[in-house]
């Protein structure tokens, strides 16, 4: 079914200035959808994370976390988060609970640190949720990515946890020429994914714990700036989107130790034109991506559908894109793309980050000055 001109003016009008609840129900290539303004007055909010009772943990990039109710009643902000740099692309990231949140009611949170010199560098720390949600306490700072550097993008940070309680997390290079050469380099956080245990120790069976030289965190390097990233429940594997150049967003199922290619191989080109490393998109001893965007989408959040609301939708992923303002569903065999569909494009807005609620429901942020909370239903 596709959307006609008054409903596309209808969906429009439910980011335009109004109270929170406004909705439109639209067509999509298979099932209808109704989207709904849960809540709105966000500053770029980030990351979105679901508690057990329903209800969310959100954060803004300014440095910000907020606890929004079912009924999308935002809170004060939580008390307790360490400092954040919030120039440009940096501030407060992303958000996710522990596995076993309903015992330790740990919370991690990935953000950009500051250091001497205006260098900063993106950091995890986690903390205890008061049993009231207005505060952090016991904070700690579980891992910091080496070397801080002079810049304030490609920040990555994006967490996930895999089914063996492993934490994820997904780095930039942080942008510049003069050091995204050390997306290469084993002895650099920049550019890479990194694998840790929830206090921040390296499992033991890290790819590099043994290698001498090399950083224990690094589960996979070559990468650009990864902003989505999810556990595949049918497989148990890592999948993650990285941000391309002028094209060349790269969806990968990163494995333990391998090499993604960047800056020396890439299906885009640098933002003047002229061709990244090599100017080839393929190496020996590189991996290639299952799927890549040339025009990107600049892809941010991603999940694998699983819920019971959209039956014809289970097993497919969800990418919130920022540059296409749309959210990209991706039909899958295996770990092949068979098919594509952008949904939500007459919003025009941003979408930094995808959740499926405990209904089912698909749940959105909009990378926004009045950032919105959306959520995608059955009719």
């Keep these: 079914m596709r959307i006609t001109p008054l409903a596309a003016a209808s969906l429009a009008a439910i980011l335009a200035a109004g109270a929170a609840g406004a ?14 303004k849960v809540a709105d007055g966000l500053s770029h909010p980030w990351g979105l994370a679901f508690l057990p009772d329903g209800s969310m943990l959100v954060t ?3 440095g910000r976390l907020h606890h929004v109710s079912t009924k999308g009643e935002i809170s004060e902000p939580i008390s307790g988060l360490p400092e954040v740099d919030n120039r440009r692309q940096g501030g407060l990231l992303d958000v996710a609970i522990d596995p076993d949140f309903a015992d330790n009611r740990l919370v991690y949170w990935s953000y950009a640190e500051p250091g001497e010199g205006g260098t900063t560098s993106t950091a995890v720390a986690r903390g205890k949720l008061s ?18 550097v002079q810049s304030t993008a490609h920040y990555g940070s994006r967490l996930a946890f895999d089914g063996d309680g492993h934490l994820y997390v997904t780095l930039g290079e942080r942008f510049s020429e003069t050091f995204r050469v050390q997306a290469q380099d084993l002895d650099s956080h920049l550019g890479k994914i990194v694998r840790i245990d929830p206090d921040g120790s390296v499992p033991e ?42 094209g060349g967003d790269e969806l990968n199922v990163p494995e333990a130790g391998k090499n993604y290619g960047w800056p020396v191989v890439s ?16 190496a020996e001893g590189m991996l290639d991506p299952i799927y890549q965007w040339t025009p990107v989408i600049a892809p941010s959040g991603m999940i694998f559908y699983e819920g019971g609301m959209f039956p014809d939708w289970r097993g497919d992923l969800f990418v919130g894109g920022l540059a296409s303002k749309a959210l990209v569903r991706l039909e899958l065999d295996g770990e092949k793309v068979v098919h594509e569909e952008r949904l939500l494009q007459d919003l025009g807005v941003r979408f930094r980050d995808v959740a499926q609620g405990p209904d089912g429901a698909i749940w959105l942020i909009t990378d926004e000055d009045n950032g919105a909370i959306l959520k995608v239903s059955a009719p």
Excluded: C, M
């Excluded at 890592?238 to 002028?246: A, F, K, N, T």
């Design 131 to 148: 049993d009231d949600v207005s505060a952090v306490e016991d904070v700690e700072v579980i891992f910091s990515q080496k070397p801080k």
């Design 23 to 36: 909705q439109e129900t639209v067509g999509t290539e298979g099932p209808e959808i109704t989207v709904t």
């Design 60 to 62: 803004e990039r300014p």
């Design 267 to 282: 299906y885009g080109v640098n933002y003047d034109g002229s061709p990244v490393g090599t100017g080839k998109q393929h």
């Design 205 to 246: 069976d890290n790819p590099f714990v043994d290698k001498e030289g090399a950083l224990p965190e690094i589960w996979s390097y070559g990468h650009r700036n990864v902003q989505a990233a999810a556990i595949n429940p049918q497989s148990g594997k890592l999948w993650s989107i990285e941000h391309g150049p002028r």
